[in-house]
């Protein structure tokens, strides 16, 4: 997307809808066109900056990137590296090291809907309750902490060439 494309298109909407009135209205258009055209870039990438995390938050292997160069603006989809599989049926050496360390237990209580989409779930991924249950805390658990680190790096300003 080109970011002047849009801007330049926001400016002459507001230069345009100045015209409708006087001398003094179609002025006082065009000093906020050129105030706009100034702020725009900011706001728009902040605006993406936004959805980006957003999404990427939701996202259950990736991320959404903004990339920009020069008027250039883009949102790319990166996929994770899986760092693990969590899949306890014994993959690799280092995941039967790690869930031999599982040994925390714990109780839930849970509506009989909400046990039977949980057996539906683990038995289409054709693995345990267990494996599911810990599959989908492990994935909450990334997606709450991936919402907030990309809170905390979120890209201001605008780059010109």
């Known amino acids: 997307m080109k970011m002047s494309l849009v801007v330049d298109g ?9 015209e409708l009135g006087d001398d003094t209205v179609a002025e006082a258009a065009e000093r906020i066109a050129e105030v706009l055209g100034r702020s725009l870039p900011s706001r728009i990438l902040d605006l993406l900056s936004e959805v980006a995390a957003e999404v990427s938050a939701e996202l259950p ?13 883009d949102l790319a989809y990166v996929e ?8 306890f049926e014994g ?9 031999r ?17 949980v057996e539906e ?12 249950i810990v599959r ?11 919402r907030r680190s990309y809170a905390r790096n979120r890209l201001r300003g605008y780059g010109t060439t």
């Open 10 to 18: 926001l400016r002459s909407d507001v230069i345009s809808v100045g």
């Open 61 to 73: 292997d990736g991320r959404v990137e903004i990339r920009v160069a020069g008027d250039d603006v």
């Open 80 to 87: 994770d590296v899986p760092t693990r599989t969590a899949d």
């Open 91 to 99: 993959i690799g050496e280092g995941d039967r090291e790690r869930d």
């Open 101 to 117: 360390d599982m040994s925390a237990r714990i109780t839930l209580r849970l509506s009989e809907s909400l046990k039977a989409r």
């Open 121 to 132: 779930g683990a038995e289409r991924q054709g693995i345990s309750v267990n494996a599911f």
């Open 136 to 146: 989908t805390l492990e994935h909450g658990a990334a997606s709450e902490h991936k």
